[in-house]
């Protein structure tokens, strides 16, 4: 009988990781809830300013701060909003990376809507956890209680703590 639950347990396993890549799968980012009040500071080797469309282009080595959340990358589009009374979002190209207490995400675009507190990273995702990790098509972040959706082809390796 212990045989066959050893033999029984890794096809569960995989039955249960098909139906999880299939759905998404929800986890937990950053070990903070992040005030999206906070100002944010960012710093970058360019800076252009487009008055007529309230908007400000950063490039080159740009890195985003907003309390303990840190993100970088490329390029970075903020769109202020109207009668400039602060930011709207935040758009990142080019190999962005979002760190949040231990955790770190990749991707090749991340849109932050400060307003919503939502964060949604797209193309090549992947979020490591310590010494796990995920991969995704997309992630989108809720910033008011530090969960995360990754959906579109959701890929991870789990570890059944067996030495069989």
């Known amino acids: 009988m212990s045989h066959l639950r050893s033999l029984l347990l890794p096809v569960f396993l995989i039955l249960f990781a098909g139906s ?10 950053g070990t903070i809830r992040q005030d999206t009040d906070q100002p944010v500071e960012v710093t970058a080797d360019n800076l252009s300013v487009d008055q007529e469309t309230g908007t400000a282009i950063f490039t080159g080595n740009v890195m985003i701060g907003q309390g303990d959340l840190r993100l970088t990358a490329a390029r970075v589009l903020v769109v202020y909003r109207e009668q400039k009374q602060g930011i709207a979002r935040l758009e990142a190209t080019g190999g962005v990376t979002l760190v949040s207490g231990p955790d770190a995400a990749e991707s090749d675009r991340a849109d932050y809507d400060i307003d919503n507190g939502t964060i949604v990273m797209t193309g090549n995702v992947l979020l490591a956890q310590g010494p796990s990790a995920l991969s995704a098509d997309k992630m989108s972040v ?18 059944t703590g067996s030495d069989n």
Do not use: K, P, Y
């Not at 999880?20 to 980012?29: I, K």
């Not at 809720?142 to 789990?158: F, P, Q, Y």
């Open 142 to 159: 809720r910033l008011s209680d530090g969960t995360a959706e990754m959906s579109g082809r959701v890929r991870t390796i789990l570890q």
């Open 20 to 29: 999880a890549l299939a759905q998404g799968a929800n986890v937990a980012f």
